[in-house]
């Protein structure tokens, strides 16, 4: 890709030193809430972990080393069907490589596959064959990060998926790959069915896959199935709740308050990384952590990385198509299942053409972060019979 293509100009972030300066100041300033003594993490996160994890984000942490970072890699935004939508993208050395595009969920970023740039786009560098390259396209989901302002209602997963398909016909790639975990899961099927043609294969992580109401259809599920349909119903749904029938109200807290939106975030790296029992950061760097935290404040998109959960589970009259879609889908699909998720084999076949399966037995749902070695592999293994 060049400069000289239409609709696309070069970014690169750079915050203002007066929003750290106020980010420092209302860190200071966070007025804590008591909590009932001896009830660790069951009610919520609690007031020391937060305390000691807020006082680094004042104090220790460095937010233009990790703006460094980032900026490392060329970026830009672009502006499709009235939407602003940023995205990196990093070209492999290798002239024959695999365009591939790289999707997010909540409450994440594109800062979720730093770790997976490297030997994806040169793994002549990393120890890997070069012919197993790709060409990467990462961008912030619409309402996520430099992806802002949302365009308006309607931003559902099926409008996002024309988008990011639009997006890979403008740099050029009319043969392209895509991945996803959590709602980039759930937008990738759309992305293959809006670009049919286009798309080689889609590879997914943190897959959610849910009952038809057919009859019988719990009963014929392996033990194994029977758990994970178990975990997912008695997972901690309260956030999805909060973020798919009230995003703006939930909003305001989290947009006033860094240590809200903090503690917001914070306890979804608990829930979901691998050990559960551990801290978050034992699994994820708690830099990396903080810098995924730091994109929601300092872009001020809590609301609006929210609309998501309302378009698909609020306004969407039942049964109608999205990003999974009500169509199976003809695209071969490849399932990543981590030690952690909930996807149920026989619903996945039942709405996608899966041709590669892979149960890690091991990480969580952040896996590009846990265990950026085991997506990496993955992803090689999958496309590897599509090239």
Not at 187 to 208: E, K, L, T
Not at 251 to 276: N, R
Request: glycine share 10%; hydrophobic share 35%.
């Amino acid at each position: 890709m060049t400069n000289s293509q239409p609709g696309l100009h070069p970014f690169r972030i750079d915050i203002a030193q007066a929003q750290l300066d106020d980010l420092n100041t209302r860190l200071a300033n966070t007025r804590w809430p008591d909590e009932l003594p001896g009830v660790g993490w069951s009610r919520g996160v609690p007031v020391a972990y937060l305390r000691e994890v807020a006082d680094y984000w004042r104090t220790g942490y460095d937010w233009r080393a990790q703006e460094a970072t980032l900026n490392r890699h060329p970026q830009h935004l672009t502006t499709i069907d009235g939407q602003n939508l940023h995205f990196l993208h990093v070209p492999s050395p290798e002239p024959d490589a695999t365009p591939l595009l790289l999707l997010h969920g909540w409450p994440g970023g594109v800062v979720d596959f730093l770790d997976v740039i490297g030997p994806l786009s040169d793994p002549r560098s990393h120890g890997g064959d070069p012919a197993e390259a790709f060409h990467l396209v990462i961008p912030s989901l619409p309402g996520f990060g430099f992806s802002t302002p949302l365009a308006g209602p309607g931003m559902n997963a099926a409008r996002v998926a024309g988008i990011l398909g639009t997006l890979m016909s403008r740099l050029g790639y009319d043969r392209y790959g895509v991945h996803g975990y959590d709602w980039g899961a759930w937008i990738a099927p759309g992305v293959a069915r809006w670009d049919p043609d286009g798309v080689i294969g889609v590879h997914v992580a943190a897959m959610v896959t849910l009952p038809a109401g057919a009859d019988g259809e719990l009963d014929s599920l392996s033990e194994a199935d029977q758990r994970r349909w178990q975990r997912m119903q008695h997972a901690n749904d309260g956030y999805f709740h909060c973020n798919s029938k009230r995003p703006q109200t939930v909003g305001y807290a989290l947009t006033d308050s860094p240590v809200g939106q903090l503690a917001w975030i914070v306890e979804k790296f608990k829930e979901h990384t691998d050990p559960e029992d551990a801290l978050p950061e034992d699994s994820i760097d708690r830099d990396r952590i903080l810098t995924d935290v730091s994109i929601y404040w300092l872009t001020g998109t809590a609301a609006s990385a929210a609309q998501i959960y309302y378009e698909e589970i609020s306004a969407s009259p039942r049964g109608s198509d999205d990003g999974a879609g009500s169509r199976r889908g003809t695209v071969p699909t490849g399932v990543l299942v981590s030690g952690q998720d909930t996807t149920i084999r026989p619903w996945a076949e039942r709405d996608h053409h899966v041709v590669h399966w892979t149960e890690l037995g091991q990480g969580g749902h952040f896996l590009a972060m846990e265990a950026p070695e085991l997506l990496v592999d993955d992803l090689r293994t999958f496309f590897r019979k599509l090239r």
